[in-house]
């Protein structure tokens, strides 16, 4: 006699059969890093080309005209920190939140754990990421700033990075399937989301009193720390990468078990 009961626990997420489809995760990744760049004229480049221009119009319009101060560091690499880690994530977002339906045919002929795709194009961006991170070096050359131990410390917060875009990335992945007007709201959420992130400007900025909403942006302490890790200009802010951490966690776990309860319908909506 069989007994069916309800799963646990971890069970319902079947982490097991993530780590049985990993090489399928990899082709897949690079797979969305080949289709991105095919029969583009600068190729790779667009990786670097993005966080570098938007630097520039940021060190003319806030650094230059609006004077905004930054701590100590040059606004260029400042803005750049912040860029680096946020272009990363608002462009794994985009993409991941709109993989399961970008990939319909697939999905409807064989099995596999969908989960897979909306973390193939999170994989995807990571080889953005590091290609951006090769101007963040010549920048810092430039600059004069020296690395110190701190530097150990960044990929820790890639990590935590990556973790939160692949929440917030298979959460609106799985609704983009029922709901197709999700992929026109993921833009303007990612624009909100730029201006509520200290990206064009320092934490400091703002008053001590209303620090604490924007340290409910699970980015704010991201993006903080990146800056620390790469300046060395100040000590680590463990409070607000705890607050950070906490709610890229419940996020992830929360999009996971969703995630797993829709799968099960998407071959037949999607």
Same mark, same amino acid.
């Given at each position: 006699?069989?007994?069916?009961?309800?799963?646990?626990?971890?069970?319902?997420?079947?982490?097991?059969?993530?780590?049985?489809?990993?090489?399928?995760?990899?082709?897949?990744?690079?797979?969305?890093?080949?289709?991105?760049?095919?029969?583009?004229?600068?190729?790779?480049?667009?990786?670097?080309?993005?966080?570098?221009?938007?630097?520039?119009?940021?060190?003319?319009?806030?650094?230059?005209?609006?004077?905004?101060?930054?701590?100590?560091?040059?606004?260029?690499?400042?803005?750049?920190?912040?860029?680096?880690?946020?272009?990363?994530?608002?462009?794994?977002?985009?993409?991941?939140?709109?993989?399961?339906?970008?990939?319909?045919?697939?999905?409807?002929?064989?099995?596999?754990?969908?989960?897979?795709?909306?973390?193939?194009?999170?994989?995807?961006?990571?080889?953005?990421? %590091? =290609?951006?991170? &090769?101007?963040?070096?010549?920048?810092? !050359?430039? @600059?004069? *700033?020296?690395?110190?131990? $701190?530097?150990?410390?960044?990929?820790?917060?890639?990590?935590?990075?990556?973790?939160?875009?692949?929440?917030?990335?298979?959460?609106?992945?799985?609704?983009?399937?029922?709901?197709?007007?999700?992929?026109?709201?993921?833009? %303007? =959420?990612?624009? &909100?989301?730029?201006?509520?992130?200290? !990206?064009? @400007?320092? *934490?400091?900025?703002?008053? $001590?009193?209303?620090?604490?909403?924007?340290?409910?942006?699970?980015?704010?302490?991201?993006?903080?720390?990146?800056?620390?890790?790469?300046?060395?200009?100040?000590?680590?802010?463990?409070?607000?990468?705890?607050?950070?951490?906490?709610?890229?966690?419940?996020?992830?776990?929360?999009?996971?078990?969703?995630?797993?309860?829709?799968?099960?319908?998407?071959?037949?909506?999607?």
């Amino acid at each position: 006699m069989v007994v069916i009961e309800p799963t646990k626990g971890w069970a319902p997420l079947k982490l097991r059969d993530l780590w049985s489809y990993r090489e399928l995760l990899y082709f897949l990744a690079w797979r969305d890093v080949k289709v991105r760049y095919k029969q583009t004229l600068l190729g790779a480049a667009w990786a670097i080309l993005q966080p570098v221009l938007t630097m520039i119009v940021f060190t003319l319009l806030f650094g230059q005209l609006a004077g905004i101060k930054t701590e100590g560091i040059p606004y260029p690499i400042f803005a750049y920190g912040g860029l680096l880690i946020w272009t990363f994530f608002s462009n794994s977002v985009t993409n991941s939140g709109n993989s399961l339906v970008g990939s319909s045919n697939l999905i409807t002929k064989i099995y596999f754990p969908r989960m897979i795709i909306p973390a193939a194009a999170i994989g995807a961006g990571l080889v953005d990421f %590091f =290609l951006a991170f &090769l101007i963040q070096i010549v920048l810092m !050359i430039y @600059y004069g *700033v020296r690395v110190t131990w $701190a530097i150990t410390m960044l990929p820790v917060l890639v990590i935590m990075a990556t973790l939160l875009a692949l929440g917030v990335g298979m959460w609106l992945s799985a609704l983009n399937v029922k709901y197709r007007d999700i992929r026109y709201a993921i833009p %303007f =959420l990612i624009q &909100l989301w730029m201006f509520a992130s200290p !990206i064009i @400007y320092p *934490v400091s900025m703002l008053p $001590a009193k209303w620090q604490w909403i924007l340290a409910l942006n699970p980015l704010t302490g991201i993006i903080q720390n990146v800056r620390i890790s790469l300046f060395g200009n100040q000590p680590f802010q463990w409070k607000s990468l705890g607050i950070s951490f906490v709610i890229t966690i419940v996020v992830l776990l929360y999009s996971a078990f969703s995630f797993r309860r829709m799968e099960r319908h998407f071959a037949d909506i999607v």
